[in-house]
């Protein structure tokens, strides 16, 4: 820092009337509690008309207290998980027949060549992110009507060939985060396997969150299938 500068702040720490006080500079402008402060020329501060501090300065703070941290939200308990896709399903469970789920609505595509196949699953990604919506449910719907595409064309016992495990590969090839291929299978197969026994087009409304197929654990997901009285 220069002597200009140095004598610059001298001058306005000579305003802070005790040691919770404190002073923003930005540029050419420097902020006092309420008050403002402006550089002319002669390269001085001259106080400038009273102003909101938040609105001027961008700051949330004032000099009465401490900026406060965001609290960040406790992830949900096995049991929150497992109540509110209970309550989802008790919400929308099928007992008629001619109302089942089929979706007849969703449409996928198997491609023969393995290209066009990893950009369809390149495409279908972003969609499977975010919060709760019919968007992003039938994206995780599409996934789970792929894995069933893939195992009918490709599973082969007799050459040790596993449809869903070349779907996971190809899938694993256009992800660029850090989660993993089976993250997104888990939760399209999870959410499937309960919209499939609902009725038709309520998936649309489901308000679980997304993290939830992910992170609920096989034993939780297990009691949860008989407390339901399902089976997978």
Not at 138 to 152: H, M, R
Not at 203 to 216: F, L, Q, T
Request: proline share 3%; with cysteine; aromatic share 10%.
């Amino acid at each position: 820092m220069n002597k200009q500068a140095k004598a610059h702040l001298t001058g306005l720490n000579n305003l802070l009337e005790d040691e919770d006080d404190f002073i923003v500079i930005i540029k050419n402008k420097a902020y006092y509690k309420s008050n403002s402060y402006e550089k002319n020329e002669g390269g001085r501060w001259e106080p400038n008309s009273n102003i909101d501090v938040l609105r001027q300065a961008g700051l949330k703070i004032s000099d009465e207290e401490e900026p406060k941290k965001k609290k960040r939200t406790p992830n949900p308990t096995q049991l929150e998980i497992s109540e509110k896709i209970k309550t989802f399903f008790n919400a929308h469970v099928c007992d008629d027949e001619s109302e089942e789920e089929d979706f007849g609505d969703v449409f996928v595509t198997l491609h023969e060549e393995k290209d066009r196949r990893v950009n369809y699953l390149r495409d279908l990604l972003p969609a499977m992110k975010g919060t709760a919506s019919s968007f992003l449910y039938q994206s995780f719907i599409e996934l789970a009507l792929l894995i069933i595409k893939y195992k009918e064309k490709f599973d082969d016992e007799e050459n040790e060939v596993d449809g869903e495990e070349m779907l996971r590969v190809e899938l694993g090839s256009v992800i660029t985060t850090k989660e993993k291929p089976s993250t997104f299978i888990k939760k399209a197969k999870k959410f499937h396997f309960i919209a499939a026994r609902l009725k038709k087009n309520s998936w649309k409304d489901c308000n679980v969150a997304p993290s939830s197929w992910r992170d609920i654990t096989s034993e939780t997901w297990s009691n949860l299938l008989i407390e339901l009285n399902l089976n997978e």
